[in-house]
């Protein structure tokens, strides 16, 4: 039986009365339980959620990496607001949407947004991406001045100037 091993702090809690298990921002696995469990316990529970963690894990490692760090940002956040309101000027011809604000993030988990104040909010992070997927996130979020909703005339709105848009799409969902 190959049994592995997760390194993991254990935090005792009197008022907890089970055990859990928490995987923090930095990939640290962190478990709390109640002072009366023992460690062969907890370590016997840690082993039956081995799976779980590993996902976790894994999961919290593609958060860090897609969403970078502030020194990053702070050294790209300039060139990243330039590229953005650039395309967006560029784009919105066709489209002709009001909007107020521009903002470039650092965020974890979306490459854009925008907000019911018509504010367009992008991750620093299209700088990194090709031509094609930067005029795709910029259309999609001008697209959402005009539908805040992702029904089927938001996407028609997108497919005016971005046909390929589904293909764009699950390209930008496989980049971490």
């Known amino acids: ?3 592995e091993k997760i390194d993991y702090t254990v935090k005792y809690n009197s008022l907890s009365k089970s055990i859990r298990i928490l995987i923090n921002s930095k990939g640290k696995v962190i478990v709390t339980a109640p002072r009366w469990v023992s460690l062969k316990v907890i370590d016997k529970f840690v082993n039956s959620k081995i799976v779980w963690i590993k996902d976790n894990l894994k999961k919290v490692k593609n958060k860090a990496r897609f969403g970078g ?3 990053e940002f702070y050294k790209y956040q300039k060139r990243a607001k330039q590229l953005v309101v650039n395309k967006v000027k560029e784009l919105n011809k066709f489209y002709n949407f009001d909007y107020n604000k521009i903002t470039i993030r650092l965020v974890s988990t979306r490459w854009g947004s925008c907000s019911s104040k018509k504010n367009l909010n992008f991750n620093y ?3 990194f991406l ?13 697209c959402h001045l005009k539908e805040m909703n992702h029904s089927v005339r ?5 497919e005016k100037t971005i046909p390929d848009y589904k293909k764009l799409r699950k ?3 496989n980049i971490k």
Request: proline content about 3%; glycine content about 0%; aromatic content about 10%.
């Open 125 to 127: 992070r299209i700088i």
């Open 171 to 173: 390209e930008l969902k």
């Open 130 to 142: 090709p031509d094609n997927l930067v005029n795709y996130l910029v259309v999609h979020e001008l």
């Open 154 to 158: 938001f996407w028609k709105l997108v």
């Open 69 to 71: 760090n502030r020194v």
């Open 1 to 3: 039986m190959n049994i």
